[in-house]
Each structure stands twice: as structure tokens, then as C-alpha cells.
Nanobody
Framework: QVQLVESGGGLVQSGSSLRLSCAAS????????IGWFRQAPGKEREGVSC????????YYADSVKGRFTIYRDNAKNTVYLQMNNLKPEDTATYYC??????????????????WGQGALVTVSS
């Protein structure tokens, strides 16, 4: 069964750090572009970051550049999102997604094959 499971969400104070994990099962991340989206209450879902399957290029939304880092551990078949200097506007449910065909530059803008269930991140001011 193809599955993504997020973990690591929680409640933190502004300026804190948090690391989200997304463990894949039923397929190898080696052959997938994988990344993160988030959706805040009352807002549309937005792309946060991804790693392209083709060459490992990393993409970030402007709102998180310099604060968030995406990386993956192929041995653990897991992708991580290290989030530093968190702000209240980062509060959202974060979703992991993956696709075997889509490359990084299209990842935020098209249908993706596999989605996780989401992890809630709440940043208090």
C-alpha cells in the first residue's frame, strides 16, 4: 500500500523550531518528487517546499526561504522539513505529497499522486 505518514507537528512559540517528518511506505522516494504543502484555516492550500526527483533541486515558497529546509534520508525513505524561526503565520496543517512523474518546478501547481494525512503546526505569538 502506497502511503505517506507525517509526524512532528505541535504547538510552539514564535521564534522556535520544529521538524516535520514524512515517512513513505509502499514505494521508494528515490523515484519520486516529494514535498510539503500547508493550509491555514480559511485559506487555500499553498506549496511550501519540494525536492525534485530528477536532480534533487530544492524549491521553496518565498514566505519560508531562509527559514525552512527540506531534505530526505533515502535509507529511511523519509523526507523532513526543518522549520526555524517560526512565525504565527506559519500556523497551518502541513501535508506531505509525492509524485513519480512531476518535476520540482511543477510540483506546487498540478495534481499529485500520493498525499499524507497532515500534521498540525500551531505557532503562538
Amino acid at each position: 500500500q502506497v502511503q505517506l505518514v507525517e509526524s512532528g507537528g505541535g504547538l510552539v512559540q514564535s521564534g522556535s523550531s520544529l521538524r516535520l517528518s514524512c515517512a513513505a511506505s509502499g514505494f521508494s522516494l528515490d523515484y519520486y518528487t516529494i514535498g510539503w504543502f500547508r493550509q491555514a484555516p480559511g485559506k487555500e492550500r499553498e506549496g511550501v517546499s519540494c525536492i525534485s526527483r530528477q536532480d534533487g533541486t530544492k524549491y521553496y515558497a518565498d514566505s519560508v526561504k531562509g527559514r525552512f529546509t527540506i531534505y530526505r534520508d533515502n535509507a529511511k525513505n523519509t523526507v523532513y522539513l526543518q522549520m526555524n524561526n517560526l512565525k504565527p503565520e506559519d500556523t497551518a496543517t502541513y501535508y506531505c505529497a509525492a509524485d513519480p512523474q512531476i518535476l520540482g518546478h511543477d510540483f506546487f501547481y498540478t495534481h499529485l499522486e500520493v498525499w499524507g494525512q497532515g500534521a498540525l503546526v500551531t505557532v503562538s505569538s
